[in-house]
Nanobody, 116 residues
Framework: QVQLVESGGGSVQAGGSLRLSCAASGYTYSIFCMGWFRQAPGKEREGVATISTASGNTYYADSVKGRFTISQDNAKNTLYLQMNSLKPEDTAMYYC?????????WGQGTQVTVSS
């Protein structure tokens, strides 16, 4: 099993920045992919960004390209999401996920609220 704990959410004004963190523990050797997903009220969960833990290759949703940056600290088993130029439409619960296919294990989520 892998445990994921997110932190760093909060409330900011449009144009502001936040950095989310996700600490992984447990069978971290089984993690090949980590990512951030989000779910806004009344909407389906969507992928925001993912990273291959071995190669470092990244994927970003079109809606966040150029504004968000996903990164990892393998020594600390920690995933980050730097979010800049935040928009009200970025308001959602953000979840960290990990595993062989990036969605085997999930954190509890951290709320991000962006006001206009």
């Amino acid at each position: 099993q892998v445990q994921l704990v997110e932190s760093g959410g909060g409330s900011v004004q449009a144009g502001g920045s936040l950095r989310l963190s996700c600490a992984a523990s447990g069978y971290t050797y089984s993690i090949f992919c980590m990512g951030w997903f989000r779910q806004a009220p009344g909407k389906e969960r969507e992928g925001v960004a993912t990273i291959s833990t071995a190669s470092g290759n990244t994927y970003y949703a079109d809606s966040v390209k150029g504004r968000f940056t996903i990164s990892q600290d393998n020594a600390k088993n920690t995933l980050y999401l730097q979010m800049n130029s935040l928009k009200p439409e970025d308001t959602a619960m953000y979840y960290c996920a990990a595993g062989m296919t990036c969605n085997n294990y999930w954190g509890q989520g951290t709320q991000v609220t962006v006001s206009s």
